[in-house]
């Protein structure tokens, strides 16, 4: 991020995750963030000053934020202002995303995040090799959050744990499906604008491209198979093109 400083007559204002936000709104305008990340951006990366205006925000709301002081390394004091819940875009779309590489799943949740999918399933495939852990969990989320910091999409993507493909297949809710694939039908046969009534799963296959098997699945489970482009696209170009088609 840029070391801008930041004031109140500033037409922009920065965007900043914190979880903990709900807590500690009440009826007292005035409140106190203890948080050591945030009183580093706040202090040292952008260096705000008294009545510097920001957003904070969680999943569920947001607030603006008036900066008033600094208190001991990390604690943040100022009141805040205009409660509002955060908007969910319509309709519901599921981004079915294979465990890819990491840099390249990174990309493709904060892809997701910035145009507003609902939710991410990942799952694992015949032909993933990175590994689901705690640590993979944990940069997840900051990458998903980072994204909804630069683009405000507050309502960012909920990232549900991994399952094996095969299985969610077999117990894949209503919907319309998508798979995306060299083999699909045309663009202009498959592609009609988004009805808000509808739930849409969308599935782009691994590196490697999924097994036979799992593209025979993936047709008997419900998923009509789509070409995007006349040329191959990496995974997470063709995440990148179809979240924000669905999202015009």
Known sequence: MQNKKLSSGNLHEFAFYYGGLSDILGEDIDIKITCEDLYHRFKHV??????????????????IFIFAQFEGKNKILGTWQKRELNHTLTPEVTLILPLLKIDALSDAVYSCAEVGITNIQLVTTAKSQTPWNDKLSNKLDRVVVAAAEQSKMYAYPTILP?????????????????????????FSQWYTPT???????LLVGPEGDLTDEEKTLTKKSGFVSCLLTSTILRSVRAISLITGIFRL
């Open 46 to 63: 952008l260096r705000i000053k008294t009545d510097d205006r920001l957003i904070l925000f969680n999943q569920k709301e947001r607030v």
């Open 162 to 186: 991994p399952v094996a493909l095969q299985d969610w297949l077999l117990k894949a809710p209503e919907g319309l499906k998508y798979h995306f694939d060299v083999t699909g039908v045309p």
């Open 195 to 201: 009805s808000v009534d509808e739930k849409y799963f």
